[in-house]
């Protein structure tokens, strides 16, 4: 299975700011995933995180809010921007497996006053 | 867009006891997988199934495709069992999941 690791692992930050989180895998994949999880919630796609190309955004989800970069095949950036206090959630990177399985980092918990 | 349901949205437990968690899906899956969610936020892969039967220790999961749903069975709670399970499903593209409501578990000692 596959290492990951996210920073920060929680921050607090006022409306209006953005906040980059890293994901940083400790091998080569091609698939990379961003998730939020709202408190109390489920989990929710973002976006798809290509290596060398625009990422691939869910419904309701935009790439003016939702910055992503994959500059290789170890490591992506999910920056969330103009933030409100509706944005707090945790966000979690995950990663594909050689099986298809997916493998989740720690999360970042973001909380927005 | 694909609905994923899971039962019972609470659940609680003694150390010991058995279990079996559910998980209804809206339309044809090729990928289906099981996660726990420990009380820190920590997401683990159980299961990779998107069809028949497979074990883990006191874990197993079945996946009946043809009739959308999979079953996730506990065996002999214990304590460090507590957390939130979630099936999560994915369509066409494979890799893409979409995750069901979670169930809430919390073994008593």
């Known amino acids: 299975s596959a290492v990951i690791s996210q920073k920060p692992s929680r921050d607090i930050c006022q409306r209006g700011t953005s906040l980059t989180i890293q994901c940083q895998v400790d091998s080569q994949v091609t698939m990379m995933f961003w998730y939020r999880q709202q408190p109390g919630q489920s989990l929710t796609l973002i976006a798809t995180?290509?290596?060398?190309?625009?990422?691939?955004?869910e419904s309701g989800f935009v790439i003016d809010k939702f910055p992503i970069s994959r500059p290789n095949l170890t490591f992506s950036t999910l920056t969330v921007s103009n933030m409100s206090p509706e944005d707090s959630s945790i966000y979690l990177c995950?990663?594909?497996?050689?099986?298809?399985?997916?493998?989740f980092g720690p999360g970042t918990r973001l909380t927005v006053t | 867009g694909i609905q994923v349901e899971q039962s019972p949205p609470d659940l609680i437990l003694q150390e010991g006891a058995n279990s079996t968690l559910r998980c209804n899906f809206s339309d044809s899956v090729n990928n289906l997988q099981w996660f726990h969610q420990n009380p820190w936020g920590q997401l683990i892969n159980l299961f990779y199934?998107?069809?028949g039967t497979k074990q883990n220790g006191r874990l197993s999961a079945t996946t009946v495709a043809t009739e959308r749903y999979s079953l996730l069975y506990i065996s002999s709670s214990q304590t460090t069992d507590s957390g939130v399970y979630f099936c999560?499903?994915?369509?066409?593209?494979?890799?893409?999941?979409?995750f069901g409501t979670g169930t809430r578990l919390q073994v008593t000692l």
């Open positions: 995180a290509n290596q060398g190309s625009e990422a691939t955004y």
């Open positions: 995950s990663v594909e497996g050689h099986s298809y399985e997916q493998y």
């Open positions: 999560a499903v994915g369509t066409g593209t494979a890799s893409k999941l979409t």
């Open positions: 199934i998107p069809s």
